[in-house]
């Protein structure tokens, strides 16, 4: 089992930056897949982007060139770099692990874009 706990969401001007944390209960090492999703008002919750636990990465066409993941398994931690913000990216940010076939959540964190 992983409990997956996000951080550094908040409200943010269009075109800055955040970076969210995710922080697991245990080891990330052999966690086979660990994600950032996003769900908006009305909308379904979408992959935002991943990273494999070999590194391999992959975006959504959306995000691509804007926003990078990162893991650490020395600090059991995935990140999520965003830059050049905007409006669209207002959601709330969900951390994922896939472990085997078993799917963690975290509970989320809201990320705002606002003038």
């Known amino acids: 089992q992983v409990q997956l706990v996000e951080s550094g969401g908040g409200l943010v001007q269009p075109g800055g930056s955040l970076r969210l944390s995710c922080a697991a209960s245990?080891?990330?090492?052999?966690?086979?897949?660990m994600a950032w999703y996003r769900q908006a008002p009305g909308k379904q919750r979408e992959l935002v982007a991943a990273?494999?636990?070999?590194?391999?990465?992959n975006y959504a066409d959306s995000v691509k060139g804007r926003f990078t993941i990162s893991r650490d398994n020395a600090r059991n931690t995935v990140y999520l770099q965003m830059n050049s913000l905007n409006p669209e990216d207002t959601a709330v940010y969900y951390c994922?692990?896939?472990?085997?076939?078993?799917?963690?959540w975290g509970q989320g964190t809201q990320v705002t874009v606002s003038s």
């Open positions: 994922n692990a896939a472990l085997n076939t078993l799917s963690y």
């Open positions: 245990r080891s990330i090492f052999n966690i086979n897949r």
């Open positions: 990273v494999t636990s070999g590194g391999s990465t």
